[in-house]
């Protein structure tokens, strides 16, 4: 089983409407996760870390299930830069920076 | 806000040459990190570094790989005789995380990437 785990996607999205993707990870024990954003070439930009209590920030929502093991991320009212890929970064229990990635959800939305 | 640098932003090398790849994290950073990405795939682990030595390293982190701080501001990873398919974006990135501050407060911080293309 891989470590994280992503549905590469694409989740095509009209502009204004809502989307949403999950990603499981696979140490229980995992530290810390969070959501980063990668567009085409570029370098990874965090989008926003994810609470245990889950949490919002703007049009974005994050929730974490332990139980089950997997974070979600929301997009409500969709803009076309919001266009790019998701990916699911997880901190395990037992390491300072061996942070591991998804391959990553892409998301396009269109007008 | 301060940003991680990273220069070149693309070198072509061909096999079997040496490279290396600088890096300026951000400035009240302790953590210091090299991942890669080859074209197509996900971002994978190379290496961490704290405290002047590798904290952590992945197993394609092998001998022909190496890091260095060389003053208090650069942070390099040397790759020695290049092979094909060490072709990729290397990003550098940074973090203040330390010990007794949450994790979640200490995210990655990239730098925009150097794409290697070995010839």
């Known amino acids: 089983r891989k470590e994280v785990e992503q549905d590469p996607g694409p989740f095509n999205v009209p502009e204004g409407a809502t989307v949403a993707f999950n990603c499981t990870y696979s140490n229980s024990a995992s530290q810390s996760f969070f959501w980063y954003r990668q567009d085409c070439r570029k370098e990874p930009k965090l989008l926003m870390s994810v609470y245990s209590s889950g949490n919002e920030d703007g049009r974005f929502t994050a929730q974490l299930n332990r139980a089950s093991q997997y974070i979600s991320l929301l997009i409500r009212d969709s803009k076309l830069s919001d266009s790019a890929t998701y990916l699911c970064v997880v901190l395990p229990a037992d390491s300072w920076g061996k942070f591991q990635f998804g391959a990553g959800t892409q998301v396009v939305v269109t007008p | 806000e301060p940003e991680v640098t990273q220069t070149p932003s693309h070198q072509v090398t061909q096999m079997g040459q040496e490279v290396i790849l600088r890096c300026v994290p951000i400035s009240n950073h302790l953590y210091f990190y090299w991942y890669r990405q080859i074209l197509g795939q996900k971002v994978e682990f190379l290496v961490s570094?704290?405290?002047?030595?590798?904290?952590?390293k992945s197993e394609i982190f092998d001998d022909q790989f190496s890091v260095e701080r060389p003053d208090g501001s650069n942070f390099t990873l040397k790759i020695r005789s290049t092979k094909l398919e060490d072709s990729a974006m290397y990003f550098c990135?940074?973090?203040?995380?330390?010990?007794?501050?949450?994790?979640?407060?200490?995210?990655?911080?990239f730098g925009n990437g150097t794409r290697l293309t070995v010839t």
């Open positions: 990135a940074s973090s203040d995380f330390a010990s007794g501050r949450s994790s979640y407060n200490s995210p990655l911080h």
């Open positions: 570094f704290y405290n002047n030595e590798i904290s952590e």
